[in-house]
T-cell receptor, first 114, second 112 residues
């Protein structure tokens, strides 16, 4: 069975500092990986995804993530955060080429302070 | 997202009443999903449909029902059998070739 673990439930950071939101997954088969962002009382917006190819994936709003197969991780990074990045971030995984369920982590609340 | 609409945005219901949440899409995606979100938890799958006139139960289907009569529409009914229906409900569609899901703005249901 697949599972996703987001290692930090809350990450406070000062504006213009770098940030890393950690995500680990477990799966016995190849997977697709996703990061979504959710602003208060809104739906989820796709930040980036890894389907295949280069392990460094660039997304919207200056975010990027690196797929590490040996460590089964897909950490999200941004070199300099803004107040507007304050939101909840979800990592998700699904099995490669088999459709079906998208498994979500519990979410990480990023709080950017001035 | 702009191609997925959910209505209403806020919904209040008395205990014992059924209520239907609307989800409409113009993205021409075959698959549609309903999730429930509670504070401090990730998203949990209620029902999904990969094609018109067909749907499958997710992890927490008890107390919910769906229909898929049209490609564009996937309404969710929260029945009186759902013991704790107060939550944020999210509808999603899936782009087939990339297996990527896109989400609507959500409906917040409160049972009074």
């Amino acid at each position: 069975a697949q599972s996703v673990t987001q290692l930090d439930s809350q990450v406070p950071v000062f504006e213009e500092a770098p940030v890393e939101l950690r995500c680990n997954y477990s799966s016995s088969v190849s997977v697709y990986l996703f990061w979504y962002v959710q602003y208060p009382n809104q739906g989820l917006q796709l930040l980036l995804k890894y389907l295949s190819g280069s392990t460094l994936v660039k997304g919207i709003n200056g975010f990027e993530a690196e797929f590490n197969k040996s460590q089964t991780s897909f950490h999200l990074r941004k070199p300099s955060v803004h107040i507007s990045d304050t939101a909840e971030y979800f990592c998700a995984v699904r099995r490669y080429n088999q459709g079906g369920k998208l498994i979500f982590g519990q979410g990480t609340e990023l709080s950017v302070k001035p | 997202d702009g191609g997925i609409t959910q209505s209403p945005k806020y919904l209040f219901r008395k205990e014992g009443q059924n209520v239907t949440l609307s989800c409409e899409q113009n993205l021409n995606h075959d698959a549609m999903y309903w999730y429930r979100q509670d504070p401090g938890q990730g998203l949990r799958l209620i029902y999904y449909s990969q094609i018109v006139n067909d749907f499958q139960k997710g992890d927490i289907a008890e107390g919910y029902s769906v229909s898929r009569e049209k490609k564009e529409s996937f309404p969710l009914t929260v029945t009186s059998a759902q013991k704790n229906p107060t939550a944020f409900y999210l509808c999603a569609t899936e782009e087939g070739p990339t297996d990527t899901q896109y989400f609507g703005p959500g409906t917040r249901l409160t049972v009074l």
